[in-house]
């Protein structure tokens, strides 16, 4: 890993870093005031505002990483003359999101519903960060994060030190996403055109977006099904409490993602320009035994600290988060090799083979939550989320251009025979 990678992969992970005590710290005050009902309700909501996030975004993720990558002029293009289509189609997807799960007479629910709302209104059209993550200036998200959380901070202490109405716990919510969005926002327009050009410029960027996206959208939306479907059946099938508690179970297990992300993320490039395929395999590899290595490290933090944690930050009604998040920390560390193992895919071109999987992997998903979450609750949703992930990070997978995963795997664990 050469030191400007490795320079950015630090940076992406302090960003990452500020992130997550933002989500925990202000969310955690969020739950305690409110309680299991509530706070499921919320992640409910949320839930579901993040799989129209994904909609909204068309897959711009990918493709504005890659544009970016190799045409800077025409990725800026790209971001400002399709960024107000984004955000349109995340509100007209998210209205009937929220009175779906507001229930009538719920003022605090409404009013917390509203925030995740507009929280993940800002996220939608929010791609700078990817913009910088591609020019391998994560810097500028690390200090926009920065900002954003403590805000965010001050203005949650101030409302539990002078004992202000609940309701307004919302703002901070809001503000964690949209001070780091107006921010980045900034940096981008200060050294950025954002002019396009004619409408029809502009009408030919959207069009390329929503063609170049389809195929991304189908794959990155089944994903954020089958990633949130157990959340949404718990839902349907359980009480609110179990919703709330489960929700709790998901942000913990997924806290320390940001670390395996990072690392992917700033390897990503190297591993996309090598031309030779073999040498492709071993860079890739070398990443997967990295991200196996530092994920057990953490799990068995997890393990030994978890349920204080949990104790500390969300109280004792939210206890019974304990061994779903045992299992879930598992899930993050499959889940990470998924994404390598997926962008391996997309750099032979495989975004047709990709979107077919994920349906099958959102299908397999839906089968085996429902029985695990009727007879085993909170365990067997958690235990639903592991096996998914498992079996799209291999079964699946092992179906594209002859085994190209399945040789990606067995180089990790160092069988290299097979490559010959």
């Given at each position: 890993m050469n030191r400007k990678i490795l320079t950015n992969s630090i940076w992406m992970m302090?960003?990452?870093?500020?992130?997550?005590?933002?989500?925990?710290?202000?969310?955690?005050?969020?739950?305690?005031?409110?309680?299991?009902?509530?706070?499921?309700?919320?992640?409910?909501?949320?839930?579901?505002?993040?799989?129209?996030?994904?909609?909204?975004?068309?897959?711009?993720?990918?493709?504005?990483?890659?544009r970016i990558s190799k045409n800077h002029k025409s990725g800026v293009k790209l971001i400002t003359a399709t960024l107000p289509m984004r955000g349109l189609i995340y509100i007209l997807i998210s209205i009937p999101v929220v009175f779906f799960t507001h229930k009538t007479g719920d003022v605090n629910g409404f009013i917390f519903i509203i925030a995740c709302f507009a929280s993940c209104f800002f996220s939608s059209i929010d791609v700078f960060s990817m913009y910088y993550d591609a020019k391998l200036e994560s810097m500028r998200n690390t200090i926009a994060n920065i900002f954003g959380l403590i805000v965010s901070l001050i203005l949650r202490w101030v409302i539990v030190f002078f004992h202000v109405d609940v309701k307004f716990l919302a703002i901070p919510i809001i503000f964690a996403s949209l001070i780091p969005f107006l921010i980045r926002l900034y940096f981008f327009k200060r050294h950025n055109s954002m002019k396009v050009g004619s409408s029809r410029h502009r009408n030919k960027y959207k069009k390329y977006l929503i063609m170049s996206g389809f195929s991304f959208v189908i794959s990155t939306l089944s994903v954020a099904i089958y990633a949130r479907l157990s959340i949404i059946l718990l839902g349907f099938m359980s009480s609110g409490p179990s919703v709330g508690v489960f929700s709790v179970s998901i942000t913990l297990a997924g806290a320390w993602s940001f670390i395996l992300t990072s690392l992917i993320t700033s390897n990503l490039p190297s591993i996309f320009s090598e031309k030779d395929e073999l040498k492709a395999i071993k860079l890739a590899s070398k990443l997967n035994a990295m991200i196996v290595i530092i994920s057990l490290i953490i799990i068995s933090f997890v393990s030994i600290f978890g349920d204080y944690f949990i104790r500390k930050l969300y109280g004792i009604d939210f206890i019974d988060a304990y061994k779903p998040l045992l299992i879930l920390s598992f899930s993050t560390m499959i889940s990470s090799l998924g994404i390598i193992s997926a962008r391996f895919i997309a750099r032979s071109s495989g975004y047709s083979f990709l979107s077919k999987?994920?349906?099958?992997?959102?299908?397999?998903?839906?089968?085996?939550?429902i029985p695990l979450i009727n007879f085993y609750g909170l365990t067997g949703a958690a235990t639903a989320t592991l096996l998914t992930e498992i079996v799209s990070l291999t079964f699946f997978n092992y179906f594209f251009?002859?085994?190209?995963?399945?040789?990606l795997h067995l180089s990790t664990l160092f069988v290299n025979k097979i490559l010959k």
């Open positions: 302090s960003e990452k870093l500020v992130t997550m005590f933002g989500l925990i710290f202000v969310v955690s005050y969020v739950a305690k005031y409110v309680g299991t009902t509530i706070f499921g309700q919320i992640a409910l909501a949320t839930s579901l505002f993040q799989i129209t996030l994904v909609i909204a975004q068309l897959g711009s993720d990918v493709i504005i990483f890659k999987k994920m349906l099958c992997v959102a299908l397999f998903s839906l089968v085996i939550n251009k002859k085994g190209i995963i399945l040789k």
